[in-house]
């Protein structure tokens, strides 16, 4: 019974719906109104805006607009357009929302066409949810009862604030005992706790007290138990206002909050709020004007001030959220496209105490060519063993390089490492310390299973440590991005949203570098514009049931990857020794006619690429003009010319190497004022932390990072940026330091 009551519920909620579709004329026309929002929000031009939600409509990756779609969408870039993407999702779905509240209201016989017009012009969620508020469903409240005690003809008459009367000989009308109403008191109560629930759902009184409680409150901090120690000391009594409480620390007091360590408040002056409410609802003298003063400190204190609160610290949450996200998405996108160290022999150490340190040598591909464990820390100490078989291996196989873990026993594993090196010295050897974030989470993974079924999991992490140096992005899109661990505060945001925001800056980024169809891994493939994790895996497989591939062409094989897919993948998509050199450049295939056409202008054949003779050329090529003469458009032409100019470059290859190290910097070793080269490792709101050879990163605070003003310092480094830092402080007690980017001797000067 109940779940055909269940069908009928739903057909009628279906036939409702029916009855409120637009038609073709009122879609274009909404099309155009959403259009025009974002033209007007991003500040584009709309001719830009329609043609890149055209083009992402048709289901065009946005990798593939920004590079091959130019002509189209005026050359706006990445961010651009998710811009325009994240922003027509939201009007989108605030039109559907408002279309379902106008359904929803007009069903309970209560919509004018007043309300309509507001609902249709309100261009945030949060004005439609308001306008509903009065509308929804509630559970059981104090209002409700007192309507079902026939209370509301009462609340009428005193809304209607007469002049003349009794309120007393009003309210006794409606006592009746059969529907609990014993005296007129209780009938005035109930009157009042309906006219408390009308305010408290006021459209236009919630707008105002939200914008007073965020520009003029309070955010009050408070210990539960002032003794206990804890990471939140300084907001055991602490208070800032809500307009200026930065991210970070909103994201801090919430933890705190959430760990039962802070009790937190906001505060705000209830006075102006009741003086405000009383002027919108009380007219004059009247002789309930006393009660209906009352009813407004009610319906503040019990129905707004709480709900109001919840939305404005909901909505500096949300906010904090995103700038949490946008600082770990900026961090994660430079750790991925840090600088490969190609070509050289690996030695991976995967450093650790009781478990020995596990090695792994990967050859200049990233082939493992040998694992094994050596036990040189305590509680072992085996180093004369250990260093017989290190020293073994790098003979054997010719080791160039060797990267250590930044985990447990990493520093002691440094010293072994930095020893060994100085007894080796007529062998140019070099080590760096990597971050293994994520390592762990990898080596443990169905992924890292298949690729290395009879190893065990920290020797798979050593694998993954050797190849984190040769090639950052291949070895780190194995890893959730959410597990690499460069932001602040990850842990504490959405972690849907931090996941989609992250897989979009992989995406990005993989898309920025193009991969080699002949090597790359699965995951690796998956990130590519338009393909997805079973179409990688069925590159792979296809791969290796058919031998390498000689041309793009041959993508088009691959079960289930369509001409759609073809089309948004193969430019990012590169053959190093195939059939036609173009197809180890970003040029697109569906633009080798105009470099053949490109080639018989210049009188040149595509032996010619990457030759002095075709350079020249290419400089002092007169693109318009060319461009004119090949039919096509000037910014395609632009990346043709310069993908020809560099074949085969990698975009990474142009930032600087890593730091590599043959001694052990202690922190005992440093002073004020000593000078040091360092690698940044991560950035945050209040400054960024250095990798300078010691065991913890210093902290180089925003104030140090330039003599000028510094308004975040994301305009100042970027993580793998290599620095120039003085030490300033050292606190060996607990492991800190603090750096300087500010020259010292010019200070002093």
């Known amino acids: 019974m109940a779940k055909e009551l269940e069908m009928k519920e739903t057909a009628a909620g279906e036939q409702g719906s029916a009855k409120y579709e637009l038609t073709e004329e009122q879609k274009a026309a909404r099309q155009e109104r959403i259009l025009k929002q974002v033209a007007k929000e991003l500040e584009l031009p709309l001719s830009k805006v329609r043609a890149s939600v055209g083009l ?17 969408t005026g050359e706006l870039d990445e961010t651009q357009l998710r811009d325009i993407e994240e922003r027509l999702q ?26 309509r017009i507001s609902i249709e012009q309100a261009i945030k969620l949060q004005e439609v949810e308001d306008l509903y508020r009065p509308y929804r469903q509630k559970r059981k409240t104090r209002a409700s009862v007192a309507k079902e005690r026939g209370l509301e003809p009462l609340a009428g008459w005193i809304m209607t604030q007469p002049r003349q009367g009794s309120l007393e000989q009003e309210a006794a009308k409606y006592v009746d005992v059969d529907k609990q109403v ?3 008191e209780e009938a005035i109560q109930g009157a009042m706790d309906i006219i408390a629930e009308n305010v408290a759902d006021d459209a236009k009184i919630r707008a105002w007290v939200r914008k007073y409680t965020h520009d003029q409150g309070i955010i009050v901090t408070e210990a539960k138990d002032a003794g206990q120690e804890s990471v939140y000391e300084m907001y055991y009594a602490y208070q800032e206002p ?15 909050e959430r760990e039962e360590v802070l009790k937190v408040r906001l505060d705000v002056q209830a006075d102006r709020i009741h003086d405000y409410i009383a002027r919108q609802i009380v007219k004059g003298e009247s002789i309930v004007k006393q009660t209906m003063l009352l009813t407004i400190e009610d319906a503040y204190k019990r129905l707004i001030a709480p709900s109001i609160e919840r939305e404005v610290r909901g909505e500096l949450t949300e906010k904090a959220e995103e700038h949490a996200i946008q600082i770990f998405a900026e961090n994660l996108r430079n750790l991925l496209l840090q600088a490969p160290v190609k070509g050289k022999v690996v030695l991976g150490v995967d450093p650790a ?37 290190v020293k073994a291996a790098i003979e054997k196989y010719g080791v160039q390089l060797i990267v250590i873990g930044n985990g447990t026993a990493s520093r002691e594993t440094e010293q072994f490492i930095a020893d060994l090196i100085n007894k080796l010295k007529n062998r140019g050897l070099q080590y760096l310390i990597v971050n293994e974030a994520g390592a762990s989470v990898y080596s443990a993974s169905k992924l890292a299973a298949e690729e290395f079924p009879t190893l065990d999991v920290a020797e798979r992490s050593a694998i993954s440590i050797a190849r984190r140096l040769q090639d950052p992005l291949a070895e780190l899109v194995k890893i959730e991005p959410k597990a690499i661990g460069v932001g602040q505060y990850q842990h504490d945001v959405a972690q849907k949203h931090l996941d989609e925001s992250l897989k979009v800056v992989v995406e990005s980024a993989v898309n920025h570098v193009g991969v080699d ?4 891994s699965p995951s690796l493939l998956s990130y590519v514009s338009g393909i997805n994790a079973t179409t990688a895996k069925n590159i792979v497989k296809f791969r290796e049931e058919n031998g390498k591939f000689k041309d793009r062409k041959q993508l088009q094989k691959v079960p289930r990857l369509g001409a759609k897919t073809f089309e948004q993948c193969v430019g990012f998509m590169r053959i190093s020794e195939g059939a036609s050199p173009l197809d180890n450049t970003p040029i697109h295939p569906e633009s080798y006619d105009v470099v053949d056409r490109l080639f018989r202008e210049l009188r040149l054949d595509l032996g010619s690429l990457g030759s002095k003779e075709l350079k020249d050329k290419l400089q002092h090529a007169d693109v318009e003009s060319l461009a004119q003469k090949l039919d096509v458009g000037v910014p395609t032409l632009r990346d043709i010319l310069d993908s020809l100019q560099k074949p085969g470059r990698d975009p990474r290859e142009e930032l600087p190497p890593p730091i590599f190290r043959t001694d052990v910097l202690q922190i005992e070793d440093l002073t004020p004022g000593m000078q040091l080269q360092g690698t940044v490792r991560n950035v945050i709101d209040f400054g960024a932390f250095v990798d300078i050879g010691i065991k913890n990163d210093g902290l180089v605070h925003i104030s140090q990072l330039s003599d000028t003003f510094v308004k975040h310092p994301m305009d100042v480094v970027s993580v793998g940026d290599t620095v120039t830092v003085w030490v300033l402080n050292v606190d060996l007690k607990k492991g800190r330091v603090g750096l300087t980017m500010k020259n010292p001797s010019k200070s002093s000067s």
């Open 56 to 72: 992402l409509d048709e289901g065009n990756t946005i990798p593939f607009i920004a590079r091959y779609r130019k002509e189209m």
């Open 90 to 115: 939201y009007l989108r779905n605030l039109e559907e929302r408002k279309l379902e509240v106008v359904r929803l209201i007009d069903e309970q016989g209560k919509l004018t066409d007043e309300l």
């Open 182 to 184: 014993n005296s007129a």
């Open 242 to 256: 809500v307009r200026k409480l930065p991210p970070h620390r909103t994201l801090a007091i919430n933890r705190g």
């Open 353 to 389: 105490f009781r478990t020995g340190c596990k090695l792994a040598v990967v050859d200049e591909t990233g082939k493992m060519l040998y694992i094994d464990v050596v036990y040189p820390t305590p509680p072992n100490n085996k180093v004369a063993e250990a260093e017989a078989k």
């Open 517 to 520: 169809l002949n090597t790359a």
